[in-house]
C-alpha cells in the first residue's frame, strides 16, 4: 500500500498519482504509524467515536474539519464543528471492525430513549384529536341553537 503525505489517504500499489489530489510526489510506501483519514464525523459523533476507539486502545486524531473554518455558510456539507479523524494505518483494521460492529449493533439504552417520545407523542395526537372533535361538536351544537333562536325572532 502506498501513503499520499498530503491527503493522508491510501492508494494501492499499482497507483502512479493519488486519486485525492492526483499528485504523485507525496506518494511513499505505508508505514504502521502513518495516520490515515478515517472519516469525516459531527461533533457529537466524533466525541463517541473517540471514547469508542479510547476502549479498544485505537490510536487516533481529531482535527476540525478545514481548520474549523467552514468554505461557506451555505455549504451543509462542512460545519467548523466538523470533525476529521485520523487513524494509525496499524490500528485502520481494527478501526473499520469496531466501526463495523457498532453499526450491528447499536447501543440498547438508545432504543428505549427512542421509545418513550414516540409513546408521547402518540398520547398528545390522540388528545388533541380528541379535543378537536369535541370543539367542532360544541361548535355544531352553537350554530344550531343560534339558528333556533334566530328562527324564534323570526317566527314571532
Ligand atoms: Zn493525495
Redesign the pocket.
Known amino acids: 500500500m502506498l501513503y ?1 503525505t ?2 493522508q ?1 491510501i492508494c494501492e500499489d499499482s497507483t502512479r498519482t ?1 486519486p ?2 492526483k ?1 504523485s510526489r ?1 506518494l511513499r510506501p505505508i508505514k504502521g504509524e502513518d495516520e490515515v483519514f478515517f472519516m469525516k464525523v459531527h461533533e457529537i459523533e466524533a466525541a463517541e467515536i473517540e471514547a469508542l476507539f479510547d476502549e479498544k486502545a485505537i490510536r487516533c486524531r481529531m482535527e476540525p474539519v478545514k481548520g474549523g473554518f467552514a468554505t461557506s455558510v451555505y455549504d451543509p456539507e462542512f460545519l467548523p464543528t466538523d470533525k476529521n479523524i485520523f487513524v494509525e494505518y496499524q490500528d485502520l483494521e481494527r478501526a473499520n471492525a469496531v466501526m463495523a460492529a457498532e453499526a450491528e449493533d447499536p447501543e440498547p439504552e438508545t432504543d428505549g430513549e427512542e421509545d418513550m417520545p414516540r409513546r408521547k407523542r402518540m398520547v398528545i395526537q390522540t388528545v388533541s384529536i380528541i379535543a378537536f372533535m369535541i370543539l367542532v361538536m360544541l361548535m355544531v351544537l352553537a350554530a344550531d341553537s343560534v339558528a333556533n333562536w334566530l328562527k324564534d325572532l323570526l317566527m314571532s
Open positions: 499520499c498530503k491527503c489517504t493519488c485525492g489530489c499528485r507525496g
